[in-house]
């Protein structure tokens, strides 16, 4: 196991929020957290990195290389994330300062993790931002001269930089239109095959889900209600909640990511 999670909560002041959970996370393996929001996916997965609001506070165990995640030292936690724990959200747009170039993020990531020669940084960026299919030129480029799919690409470049073990995807594509999405996701999937981190992929989506996971939890009002292979959540689901949410959503062919849009995006190879 990459990742075990036991029994943790998540509480405010006035409830608690995350229902002790308990699920753990394989080397290299795709493991899709799914429930409707609201349901808990991003308190969890932000207990993970120390990364709850002020006014919440976690309770549990959360193991990961041997370290006990909740009580690192803040220190610890924050050069833990970017390094061997890594995340990509939602809000691309809130990941990037607007007026740094993209390579000042690289520059600022890299420095902040202790690569110390500038030439290093520099070759590191460029190869990192090709890996992801875009061109090394918008290291120069404002956040705000990128696309939405640019831009989720050169945070995913970003966070794979440094070789995490875990990378925790949160709705990463819910921002994008859905050519773009799956783009992302077929990116982060050849990415996943390369360098065989695991993904924590939070989602409500189905269709992403069929197509990535290996296993999958589903999470309600705080709790995982329940948690198994793909192949048995999608074929014998138990509860009543994970029915309703398969059955919502029309099994739709999945667009072909080889196939052109006719909307490639400016800069991308
Ligand atoms: N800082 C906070 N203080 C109090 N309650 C919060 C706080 N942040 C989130 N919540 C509540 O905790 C619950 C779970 O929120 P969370 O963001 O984890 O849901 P989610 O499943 O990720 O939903 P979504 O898919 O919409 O992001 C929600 O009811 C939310 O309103």
């Known amino acids: 196991m990459i990742l075990s999670i036991e029994q943790l909560s998540v509480r405010s002041r006035e409830k608690a929020l995350v229902h002790e959970v308990t699920l753990s996370i394989r080397k290299e393996e795709w493991f899709a957290l799914v429930g409707q929001s609201g349901s808990g996916k991003s308190l ?14 976690a309770h549990g165990r959360i193991f990961f290389q041997g370290l006990d995640l909740l009580r690192l030292p803040p220190s610890r936690a924050r050069s833990l994330r970017g390094s061997a724990l890594a995340y990509v959200f939602q809000d691309y747009q809130g ?31 460029m190869e990192a931002l090709e890996s992801v299919g875009l061109d090394g030129q918008l290291l120069s480029r404002y956040p705000f001269q990128l696309s939405g799919g640019q831009l989720q690409r050169a945070s995913i470049a970003i966070a794979l930089l440094l070789s995490p073990k875990l990378l925790i995807a949160d709705e ?13 996701l077929q990116l982060l999937a050849d990415k ?12 409500h989506d189905w269709r992403h889900v069929r197509r990535y996971a290996q296993r999958i939890a589903v999470m309600k009002e705080g709790k995982i209600v329940e948690s198994g292979s793909k192949q048995h959540i999608l074929e014998h689901p138990q509860h009543d909640y994970t029915r309703r949410l398969i059955q919502a959503v029309p099994v739709l062919p999945v667009p072909d990511s080889n196939l052109s849009s006719g909307l490639m995006e400016v800069g991308q190879r």
């Open 192 to 203: 996943q095959r390369q360098t065989g981190c695991a993904i924590l992929f939070i989602t």
């Open 44 to 57: 969890l997965s932000q207990a993970i990195g120390q990364m709850l609001p002020p006014n919440l506070a």
């Open 95 to 125: 990941s990037f300062t607007p007026f740094r170039t993209i390579g000042q993020h690289f520059e600022e990531y890299q420095k902040a993790h202790g690569v110390a020669s500038a030439g290093v940084r520099k070759q590191q960026a």
């Open 172 to 184: 990463i594509t819910t921002a994008l239109d859905s050519v773009s999405g799956h783009r992302i």
